[in-house]
């Protein structure tokens, strides 16, 4: 049978084999999903200090983890809404065959190679090459989500013939919404890479733990004199 071959067995035993193909498929979509938005965290990491005056130590500490904290929650909220438009979309997917198991992979080879983009932004959001690193990741992956439902919602190829032809329509344009929505804010990466990141403006070196924040004066000295 080819990639591309819709399955045409209507016996009870071939529709419950798909079936529990397209279990496993979801199964270890989840997995995926689950797996990448928990090592979203592991970039944040307990301050160790040393010494007396713990409190007033640790309250700076944990500021400097602030630039962390924002690229986790906006991490978590991407990846969370890609496991939202991958369920909306197997609402309706009623079939799979090699090709949308292929298509399935490349998304999910994309979210979990994710946190480390996210992680790079955390640590480098001040600069073009961590927001294009880190908006072309989730636009590809956007892509991949966009080319997966349209492989199985044109002409009801893998999708319920009771979808309408409107909702396929509509998925593929919400579908299309986020890519774009990367893709053109690249632009203002390369342009301004400070209104990207200014939430993240911090010099690594400063604290090899946390990414500690120092002022954008003593960044700006540092880098030139480098």
Known sequence: MALDEEPRQRHPIGQSRHRDELARLLALSDGVFAIAITLLVLQLTVPEIAGGAVGSRLSAQLAATIPRIVTYCIGFAVIALFWI?????????????????????????????????????????????????????????????LLLWVYAGVGHRLISRDVSSRLVTHQALRAAISPLVFLLSMPVGLVEPDGCGALVDSDPGAHPGLGAPVPKGAVASRRAAD
Do not use: D, K, Q, W
């Not at 090699?98 to 999910?108: D, H, I």
């Not at 955390?122 to 294009?132: D, H, Q």
């Open 85 to 145: 438009g991958h369920r909306r979309s197997f609402l309706y997917i009623v079939r799979t065959n090699g090709v949308l198991t292929l298509l399935n992979l490349a998304v999910l080879l994309c979210i979990a190679f994710m946190p480390f983009p996210i992680a790079i932004l955390g640590l480098y959001g001040n600069t073009a090459v961590a927001v294009i690193f880190y908006t072309s990741t989730v636009a590809l992956a956007g892509f991949g989500m």
